[in-house]
């Protein structure tokens, strides 16, 4: 089975803060992804990596910046945190860039920003 | 338009019943689906695959139709553990990756 592992399930976190959340597979997957989760908005891409220190921004990129150094982990990095960055974030990875194959998410992290 | 549309429900079935979702999405140049099951304050997690010729799992059917742009997951005899939100997706080659907003379903006893 696949394993995503984020770092933490909950942080609390305050306005202007850097902020790190890190992302670790052990398949060997390729692509890595970074996702937040609001009531009512469901998942948005934030950025994704598909290779070791490659990384392309999603639909949400502003605000945040993301590292890729090592294959297996994939860290999301809130330059100075604020309060609208409150939210459920998820880690995924997928073995494949051509879409035929899922993505495996991590438990999540519920952030708050204070 | 939103890409992919699903309806939000919630959908409340008694237990034993037959339920089904539908999804809509708007890329025709769409080329694989998902269904995946949420539960509350938890991480997506993979039900199935859809594949063009439908596709069954035990009590769960999915199907995609390409011609009017929707997919659908059928849960027969359902079972209070199928209480969830359930996440269309769908990717269109490459990296692009839409998820549904999620249909809600409450299975009652």
């Known amino acids: 089975d696949v394993k995503v592992t984020q770092s933490s399930r909950y942080l609390v976190k305050r306005t202007g803060e850097k902020v790190f959340l890190e992302c670790v597979q052990d398949?060997?997957?390729?692509?890595m992804f970074w996702y937040r989760q609001d009531p009512g908005l469901g998942l948005r891409l934030i950025y994704f990596?598909?290779?070791?220190?490659?990384?392309e921004k999603g639909d949400i990129p502003e605000g945040y910046s993301v590292s890729r150094e090592k294959k297996e982990r994939f860290s999301l990095i809130l330059e100075s945190a604020s309060t609208n960055q409150t939210s459920m974030y998820l880690c995924?990875?997928?073995?494949?860039?051509?879409?035929?194959?899922?993505?495996?998410f991590g438990d999540g992290t519920r952030l708050s920003i204070l | 338009r939103k890409e992919v549309e699903q309806d939000p429900g919630p959908f409340n079935v008694p237990e034993g019943a037959t339920v089904a979702f539908n999804c809509t999405y708007s890329n025709s140049a769409s080329q694989s689906f998902f269904w995946y099951r949420q539960d509350c304050r938890k991480e997506p997690k993979l039900l199935m695959s859809?594949?063009?010729s439908g596709n069954e799992d035990g009590r769960f059917t999915a199907q995609l139709n390409r011609a009017s742009q929707y997919i659908s997951l059928l849960i027969r005899d359902s079972k209070l553990s199928d209480s969830a939100t359930y996440l269309c997706v769908v990717r269109s080659g490459g990296f692009k990756t839409i998820f549904g907003a999620g249909t809600r379903l409450f299975v009652k006893a």
């Open positions: 859809v594949y063009s």
């Open positions: 398949m060997d997957h390729e692509n």
């Open positions: 995924a990875s997928s073995l494949d860039s051509q879409g035929g194959q899922p993505q495996h």
């Open positions: 990596s598909y290779d070791v220190k490659m990384k």
